[in-house]
T-cell receptor
Framework: NAGVTQTPKFRVLKTGQSMTLLCAQD?????MYWYRQDPGMGLRLIHY???????AKGEVPDGYNVSRLKKQNFLLGLESAAPSQTSVYFC??????????????FGQGTRLTVV | AQKITQTQPGMFVQEKEAVTLDCTYD???????LFWYKQPSSGEMIFLIY??????QNATEGRYSLNFQKARKSANLVISASQLGDSAMYFC?????????????FGSGTRLQVQP
């Protein structure tokens, strides 16, 4: 059972380059999220989606764009990478309701370095 | 304003002892969920335990229990009989809203080190 899969696991970018991080989930979850984690810190929400075709900004959305064209996929794009975007990126997904089974399932993370 | 506050950057505990990791939260929504996640040095996020705002009893999952004090807005994680493998970062998180339409908000974490 795959759960949440992030591609790629590691990437080094030059300042100004663009890239797309792919998140795929096979649990039929409605909600998907992108977080970044900087050294010694908690996870900060970049963007999230409550369903196919919908996205919303999180706490730190600047410099990122997202798309959710299919329910199982959530893409995070960096149009012009900056050194400040060096971080570990986590994708997560969850069901829409509260109650039993509300936890978010996380991918293994993508370590991105911008030089 | 911080929605989730974890005031202990680091904690030490002796193997086989119990430890409490503190978490306070801030919300005006009557319906919310509280979560604890573990992040070992390998980096993955592991779900530990969940408490809903309307749950009458404190949540328990094996050696993990959540000390939920609604009036004080605290949701402390208690780990009983600590093991060396419990050494990790621990994050408290909250999701607000009856329909769960808002995302998880995380605290800054507590690094737990279990000593033999």
């Amino acid at each position: 059972n795959a759960g949440v899969t992030q591609t790629p696991k590691f990437r080094v970018l030059k300042t100004g380059q663009s890239m797309t991080l792919l998140c795929a989930q096979d649990m039929n979850h409605e909600y998907m999220y992108w977080y970044r984690q900087d050294p010694g810190m908690g996870l900060r929400l970049i963007h999230y989606s409550v369903g196919e075709g919908t996205t919303a900004k999180g706490e730190v959305p600047d410099g990122y764009n997202v798309s959710r064209l299919k329910k199982q996929n959530f893409l995070l794009g960096l149009e012009s990478a900056a050194p400040s975007q060096t971080s570990v990126y986590f994708c997560a997904s969850s069901y829409s309701g509260t109650g039993r089974g509300p936890e978010a399932f996380f991918g293994q993370g993508t370590r991105l370095t911008v030089v | 304003a911080q929605k989730i506050t974890q005031t202990q950057p680091g904690m030490f505990v002796q193997e086989k002892e119990a430890v409490t990791l503190d978490c306070t939260y801030d919300t005006s929504d009557p319906s919310y969920g509280l979560f604890w996640y573990k992040q070992p040095s390998s980096g993955e996020m592991i779900f530990l335990i969940y408490q809903g705002s309307y749950d009458q009893q404190n949540a328990t999952e094996g050696r993990y229990s959540l000390n939920f004090q609604k009036a004080r807005k605290s949701a402390n994680l208690v780990i009983s009989a600590s093991q060396l493998g419990d050494s990790a970062m621990y994050f408290c998180a909250m999701r607000e809203g009856a329909a769960g339409r808002r995302a998880l908000t995380f605290g800054s974490g507590t690094r737990l080190q279990v000593q033999p």
